[in-house]
């Protein structure tokens, strides 16, 4: 019984609607738990449920060993840190004094904050921007300013609800940075996202959620090797334009095809073989793209099929 | 509480910087009620029961400055923290409860509407208008009408979803409450029913301690209005924490 969060058949109704059908995960203590999939698939339910903001509507749900019902209490809560979707930082504030204030929720006097929230600025690479109102920051550092917020308290646990969501490529770069460097000191991390890159940059572990259900769990590179070969070839080509009987002849070669999103995808244990025999399948090789199959590959798999999409 | 006192000081915080653009604000307009009212109105009304008109209106300032103060803390600021910056998500997601947050609001409620009183009180007194030293247990007496508005603006801000529903509360409840309390002129002159409503508004049980502590007639009717202001403050003080969660938590 080592698991530091711990749910069984978790499931949360909104009147008719069942937003979470029943899931059940295991977190190990300093590991990167992550929850990926579409939105609405019921990620930040199963966080909010775990920091306290949601009631559980079936199920059960451990933090630490203890168990919670309906909701999370304030001194467990005492042992996370969050990072919610949306920056609910104080605006009325400037940012050392978010820190200050948020320090006070903890119990932790004004001097102990002062100096922990000088730190931290420091670590999230902020201490330039101390005094300054939190409505002058760019999205960036509002976001690492968040993040310094949720670890004013020395969390056990950091929860981060779509961490990188609406940042450019060198803002989430820095933010993957820290919470990596968090990680290497021993922190649980549980992160929800809906970008592959982010979940096979950080995490140990993932679920893979969609409609309220986990599909699959495991790590990055096991999901790959379950769900889809080592290979995969893009076919730029629309579906109607696909030379006849393709799929026999992709199979003959020993590939596998997949229809996901309005594509054809040609997985292949031997990428390089398929590549340069694929005239024989009747497509010209410059409408196709290999590529090693990746994360992405195995959630479009599970997920991509939506009617939608 | 530890932790509604921690939310208090977050409030603080920003309201030392905003003091002064509030103050004057808030000080403009029960000075201008005061000057029309007094000056002008109170040049026809010669005899309040042994009182100027102006004598007669400066304590209801008090109490009705201090109202205002607290409903639009309550009303428009919390909504604001409420739905547009989310601050009490943030709250939530510590180590709060709804009702550490509730009470929090509250007392910063209670505050705004001693300073404020405080402030008008000492307006009234530079105008000559404060005559027993009664009036220095006003700030204390405060709390009490102080928290009976918060958790009235609160819940009623609890119940709404949009920011424009916000002026019903403030035409339909609060300017009710000011025009019928006794400011302007003696409840007793109203018909008999509306003699026995005010006794369900809160403002009358203030004005009359105000009035009863500036002017220096204290008798026992005093205890009267503040039992029944903290009769107020016990019935409301679970509907505000009731109508929080129903909108922080899912």
């Known amino acids: 019984m080592s698991y530091i969060i711990q749910a069984e058949n978790l499931a949360k109704s909104y009147g008719e609607f069942l937003a979470l059908k029943g899931i059940s995960f295991r977190i190990n203590k300093g590991e990167c738990y992550g929850f990926l999939g579409h939105n609405g698939a019921g990620k930040s339910t199963t966080m909010r449920m775990i920091y306290g903001l949601s009631t559980i509507s079936e199920g059960w749900l451990e933090v630490l060993g203890e168990r919670i019902a309906p909701i999370t209490p304030p001194h467990l809560k ?14 009325d504030l400037t940012v050392i004094e978010n820190l200050e204030v948020y320090g006070g929720y903890f119990k932790i006097s004004g001097k102990e904050a002062r100096i922990r929230g000088q730190e931290l600025l420091e670590f999230m690479g902020l201490s330039d921007k101390t005094n300054v109102n939190v409505e002058k920051l760019s999205g960036g550092a509002k976001r690492r300013l968040v993040i310094a917020r949720a670890l004013i308290n020395k969390p056990k646990i950091i929860i981060l609800d779509e961490p990188t969501t609406g940042l450019d490529p060198q803002a989430r770069r820095l933010v993957w940075q820290k919470l990596r460097r968090l990680k290497e000191e021993g922190v649980t991390m549980l992160l929800t996202t809906h970008y592959m890159e982010e979940a096979a940059q950080l995490c140990d572990r993932l679920a893979i959620m969609n409609d309220g259900l986990i599909l699959a769990e495991g790590s990055p590179e096991k999901l790959i090797n379950e ?20 799929n026999e002849k992709i199979g003959a070669m020993g590939g596998r095809a997949e229809y996901m999103v309005d594509s054809l995808f040609i997985f292949t244990e031997n990428g390089r073989e398929m590549w340069e025999n694929i005239h024989e399948t009747g497509l010209a090789q410059h409408a196709c793209y290999l ?3 990746n994360l992405e590959d195995v959630f479009l798999k ?4 939506r009617e939608e999409l | 509480m530890n932790m509604a006192f921690s939310i208090l000081k977050r409030h603080l915080i920003v309201f030392r910087r905003t003091l002064w653009s509030n103050m004057v604000f808030n000080v403009i307009e029960p000075f201008l009620y005061l000057s029309a009212m007094g ?24 109490a009705s400055a201090s109202m205002w103060a607290a409903t639009f803390e309550c009303t428009y600021a919390s909504f604001v923290r409420l739905h547009f910056q989310r601050t009490f998500h943030a709250m939530l997601a510590g180590p709060a409860t709804v009702a550490d947050v509730v009470a929090g609001e509250v007392l910063f409620g209670i505050v705004k509407n001693i300073v404020f009183g405080i402030i008008i009180l000492v307006v009234i007194g530079i105008m000559g208008q404060v005559q027993s030293v009664w009036s220095l247990l006003i700030p204390l007496f405060l709390i009490l009408p102080g928290a009976v508005f918060s958790l009235m603006a609160l819940s009623y801000t609890g119940i709404i979803n949009n920011i424009d529903y916000l002026n019903y509360y403030i035409t339909l409840i609060t300017t009710p409450m000011y025009l019928f309390a006794g400011v302007f002129f003696p409840v007793s002159t109203m018909p008999e029913w509306l003699q026995t409503l005010a006794w369900f508004n809160p403002l009358y049980h203030s004005v009359e301690v105000c009035r009863g502590l500036v002017v220096g007639q204290v008798s026992i009717i005093l205890w009267q209005h503040a039992a029944s202001l903290v009769f107020f403050s016990v019935v409301l003080a679970p509907l505000p924490v009731y109508f929080m969660r129903k909108r922080l938590i899912s």
């Open chain 1, 78 to 91: 005492q042992v996370f840190g969050i990072v919610p979707q949306e920056d609910n930082l104080d605006p």
């Open chain 1, 227 to 246: 769900y889809v070969l080592p290979f995969v070839i893009e076919v730029r080509v629309s579906i109607d334009m696909l030379p006849p009987n393709i």
């Open chain 1, 291 to 293: 590529r090693p199959a």
């Open chain 1, 302 to 305: 599970l997920t991509g099929k």
């Open chain 2, 39 to 62: 000056f002008g109105l109170g040049a026809f009304v010669q005899d309040m029961g042994g009182m100027t008109y102006i004598q007669f209106i400066a304590p209801g300032m008090v």
